[in-house]
Antibody, heavy 123, light 108 residues
């Protein structure tokens, strides 16, 4: 079955750029939307943005100026870059597949998730 | 941005009892709402989308209802594996997709 796995540094210094990659295994990255979602310790979920396999993106306006999501279909991977990080960006970062279902209306939901990776911003 | 508000923050329920969780949107999201379950140390799991459609493999004891601004997730008879945090999420007006702050269902 399709699995997602996040990878990247667990510690990032303030003002630097957080970089994470999500590897999709057991299936193709094509024809789906792929999202990044984060969860500060003990808090709720925040959607960061998505990328379609073709490369089109959509970002959370609150993070848009600092976020870049990219895709590498040859490697079945997509990536997150978050610049100028502060302690407020400390969180578990999840990659997820966002499924677009058309059934009378269009439904979007996160049906597959990675296990998440904790990124701590600290000097 | 649509704000999702869940209540209560914590719900204490005995196994076998019914649990009713509420989610309110700051403006109408039609039926474009999903529910997720998250257990400690795990990623969220999709339960419901379209306000009332169960995702594949989700037991029938989970049901969702509502439209517009008021939504409910009901667990008809709580099992031990159902004690977790539950999040609602709207996908009607985006970006951004927005989640509620969560309701923790704990053992009474």
């Amino acid at each position: 079955q399709v699995q997602l796995q996040e990878s990247g540094p667990g510690l990032v210094k303030p003002s630097e750029t957080l970089s994470l990659t999500c590897t999709v295994s057991g299936g193709s990255i094509s024809s789906y939307y792929w999202s990044w979602i984060r969860q500060p310790p003990g808090k709720g979920l925040e959607w960061i943005g998505y990328i379609y396999y073709s490369g089109s993106t959509n970002y959370n306006p609150s993070l848009k100026s600092r976020v870049t999501i990219s895709v590498d279909t040859s490697k079945n991977q997509f990536s997150l870059k978050l610049s100028s990080v502060t302690a407020a960006d400390t969180a578990v970062y999840y990659c997820a597949r966002e499924f677009r279902a058309v059934a009378g209306t269009v439904h979007w939901y996160f049906d597959l998730w990675g296990r998440g990776t904790l990124v701590t911003v600290s000097s | 941005e649509i704000v999702m508000t869940q209540s209560p923050a914590t719900l204490s329920v005995s196994p076998g009892e019914r649990a009713t969780l509420s989610c309110r949107a700051s403006q109408s999201v039609s039926s474009n709402l999903a529910w997720y379950q998250q257990k400690p140390g795990q990623a969220p799991r999709l339960l419901i989308y379209g306000a009332s459609t169960r995702a594949t493999g989700i037991p029938a004891r989970f049901s969702g209802s509502g439209s517009g601004t008021e939504f409910t997730l009901t667990i008809s008879s709580l099992q031990s594996e159902d004690f977790a945090v539950y999040y609602c999420q709207q996908y009607n007006n985006w970006p951004p997709r927005t989640f509620g702050q969560g309701t923790k269902v704990e053992i009474k």
